[in-house]
C-alpha cells in the first residue's frame, strides 16, 4: 500500500539529491580545466568558495547511493508481488542503467556515478535474496574494508609533499569539440573510472542499507519514526565530525570527509526528509518542486549536466574560460542557479502534462522488451 512517508518523501528526497549534485559538480564545469584542473589546480577563491564547495561535498552522493538501494528492495517487492522473477528483473534494470550510464559519460560527462551504481546493483543483487543476517555481515565487511583503505589514502594524501600533482594541464574542456571531449574521456578513461572503481564497496554497502532500512520500517509512518530519528541523530553526528576534521585536517579531510563522514549526513537527511514530508498531506511548493525533479530524476541529471556543459565549455558558450579566475566563485554560482531553474522548470512542466521524463520512459520500454517472455520455438523449426 502507497503510504504518504513513502510517495512523497522518498520523491523529495531524490530531488534534493540530484540538484545537490549540481552544487557539487558546477566547480568542474566552471573550470576551464575540468575535472582535472579541480584536482590539480583547484583554486577555490577564498574561504567562502571553499566552504561553499565542501558543504555539498559527498552528501549527495552518500544520499542518492542509498535511495538506490531503497528503490532496489521495493523494485524487488513489486516484482515479486508480479509474479516475476526478481533476480531476472534486477539484472535487466542494471544492465540498462549502465548502458544509460556509458552513453551519458562518453558523451556528457566524465564524472558520471551511474555506471558504479549499475556494477554495485549486479553485486548487492544476489545479497538481497539472502537472508537479513546475511546482508548485515556483508555490509559490515564492506564498510570494514572502505574505512580501512580511506584511512592509508588520507595518511597517504597528508604526506604528500607540496607541489607533487605536476605541471600544467593540456584539455580540450575550453577550446575543444564535442567530440574532442568524447575522445578525450576514451583516452582518460582508467583516470575518469578510477572514482567509481574505488567507491564499489561503499556504494554496493549503501545499496544494502538502503534496502535494510525499508525492511526496518523506513517508510512506514509510526513504526519507522523512531528509525528515523536516528538517522537524523547519524547525520548531526556525521556533520559535528566534519567539521573536526576539517579543523584539524584541513585539506587533507577530504578523502575522510566526502567518503566517510558524507554518508552519515546522507543517513541523517534522508531519515530527516522522510519524516518531515511523509507526515504532510501534500507537500509544500519547495517540497512539490523536489519531488518533481525526484520523479524524473535521471532525466534532470542528465539535462542539468548538458546544459551546465553547454554553458561552460569550449564547444557551448565557453564561460569558463572567458571568465577570470578571480570571479569564478560567481560564475559557478551564477551556472549552478540558471541551471538548477531550468531543471525545476522543466520537471514541472513534465508533471504539468503527466509525462514522465523522456530517460525514465526509455528505460522502462528496455526493461519491458528485455524481460518480456520469449515464443516457443515450434517444433518443427526445431
Known amino acids: 500500500m502507497t503510504t504518504p512517508t513513502r510517495s512523497t518523501g522518498l520523491d523529495v528526497a531524490r530531488g534534493l539529491a540530484i540538484l545537490g549534485t549540481l552544487a557539487t559538480n558546477a566547480w568542474l564545469f566552471t573550470h576551464p580545466d575540468g575535472l582535472l584542473g579541480t584536482l590539480l589546480d583547484p583554486d577555490p577563491g577564498g574561504p567562502a568558495a571553499a566552504l561553499a564547495q565542501v558543504l555539498p561535498l559527498g552528501k549527495s552522493l552518500a544520499l542518492l547511493s542509498v535511495l538506490f538501494g531503497v528503490g532496489v528492495e521495493l523494485q524487488r517487492r513489486s516484482a515479486q508481488r508480479r509474479g516475476d522473477d526478481p533476480r531476472r528483473a534486477h539484472r535487466v534494470r542494471a544492465l540498462v542503467l549502465l548502458a544509460e550510464a556509458s552513453v551519458h559519460f562518453l558523451l556528457v560527462a566524465e564524472f558520471d556515478v551511474l555506471m558504479g551504481y549499475a556494477v554495485a546493483a549486479l553485486v548487492a543483487g544476489p545479497v538481497l535474496l539472502r537472508p537479513d543476517r546475511w546482508r548485515r555481515r556483508f555490509v559490515a565487511v564492506l564498510l570494514g574494508a572502505h574505512v580501512l583503505a580511506l584511512a592509508v589514502l588520507t595518511a597517504l594524501l597528508v604526506h604528500l609533499p607540496a607541489g607533487a600533482a605536476g605541471g600544467p594541464l593540456d584539455t580540450p574542456y575550453a577550446t575543444g569539440s564535442f567530440w574532442d571531449l568524447v575522445v578525450f574521456r576514451v583516452q582518460n578513461l582508467a583516470v575518469f573510472r578510477a572514482e567509481p572503481v574505488g567507491l564499489l564497496l561503499l ?180
Request: charge should be positive.
Open 203 to 382: 556504494s554496493t554497502a549503501s545499496f544494502l542499507l538502503g534496502a535494510g532500512l525499508v525492511r526496518a520500517g523506513l517508510l512506514e509512518r509510526e513504526r519507522g519514526r523512531v528509525l528515523r530519528r536516528r538517522l537524523v541523530a547519524l547525520g548531526v553526528v556525521g556533520a559535528l565530525a566534519e567539521a573536526v576534521l576539517l579543523a584539524v585536517l584541513g585539506g587533507g579531510a577530504v578523502l575522510l570527509t566526502r567518503y566517510g563522514t558524507a554518508v552519515l549526513v546522507g543517513l541523517g537527511l534522508l531519515g530527516l526528509v522522510v519524516q518531515v514530508q511523509g507526515g504532510r498531506e501534500r507537500p509544500r511548493w519547495l517540497g512539490r518542486r523536489l519531488a518533481e525533479v525526484g520523479r524524473a530524476a535521471l532525466s534532470c541529471y542528465v539535462l542539468q549536466n548538458l546544459l551546465a556543459s553547454a554553458l561552460c565549455y569550449g564547444w557551448g558558450l565557453g564561460l569558463a574560460a572567458a571568465v577570470p579566475a578571480a570571479d569564478r566563485p560567481a560564475l559557478t554560482a551564477g551556472v549552478c542557479g540558471a541551471v538548477a531553474v531550468a531543471v525545476v522548470a522543466y520537471a514541472h512542466l513534465l508533471a504539468r502534462t503527466g509525462r514522465r521524463g523522456p530517460l525514465e520512459a526509455l528505460s522502462a520500454r528496455a526493461q519491458r522488451a528485455l524481460l518480456a517472455p520469449r515464443a516457443p520455438v515450434p517444433a518443427a523449426v526445431r
